[in-house]
Structures are given as C-alpha cells and as structure tokens.
C-alpha cells in the first residue's frame, strides 16, 4: 500500500507561483513513475507532468504549461514537487498527486489540492 498526501495549493493571482508537494508513505519501494495530474469542473483529468523512479529517468509535460512548470523530487524525503510559475487562470483546478506501478498496473491517488489563479 501507498498513501500519498499533497500540499502548496491556493489562491494566486495570475503571473504568481505556487510550489505543490507530495509526500509517500507505506511500499514506495514498489513505485515505477510519478506525476501530477489536474481536473477541471467539466473537465476530464490530464497529466500536467510526469518522472520515471530510475537513475537517470525520464520527465515530461503537458504543452500547455511546457517552461512554466517543473517536476522534481527528494528521494531521501520520498516527497515530489511541482513548481508553478507564470499561473494563469486557465491552470485553476484540484491537483492530484500520482504514483504508478507497472507490475500489476496499480496507480495510487492523493487527495488533491485545489489551485485558483485569479485574473
């Protein structure tokens, strides 16, 4: 079992930043791929940006915020970032952390965390 848990999010306005974190606890052993997703009202869930657990791994973004975001994380703390500069009202949504498996095809979800940029 894995249990994330996020935190940073808030009201910012448009041009601001915000610095999302989550924390993994339980079997992180077993984790092969992280990432942040987001949803907005009548919206369906997309990846915002990813990282692979091995040495030398693999990250990705959405287009959308491609040079304004940055994935990263602290292994020693088992705890991932996001780094949120030039918001937009257009990145208003709850955030969730997530954590993948391959051997099983398991995904573990965070609470989410709600990010309101104000125009």
């Known amino acids: 079992h894995v249990r994330l848990v996020e935190s940073g999010g808030g009201l910012v306005q448009a041009g601001g930043s915000l610095r999302l974190s989550c924390t993994a606890s339980?079997?992180?052993?077993?984790?092969?791929?992280m990432g942040w997703y987001r949803q907005a009202p009548g919206k369906q869930r997309e990846l915002v940006a990813g990282?692979?657990?091995?040495?030398?791994?693999?990250?990705r973004y959405a287009d959308s915020v491609k040079g304004r975001f940055t994935i990263s994380r602290d292994n020693a703390q088992n705890t991932m970032y996001l780094q949120m500069n030039s918001l937009k009202p257009e990145d208003t949504a709850v955030y969730y952390c997530?954590?993948?498996?391959?051997?099983?095809?398991?995904?573990?979800w965070g609470q989410g965390t709600q990010v309101t940029v104000s125009s």
């Open positions: 339980g079997s992180t052993f077993s984790i092969n791929t």
């Open positions: 990282m692979t657990m091995s040495s030398g791994g693999n990250t």
């Open positions: 997530n954590a993948h498996r391959n051997s099983g095809w398991v995904d573990y």
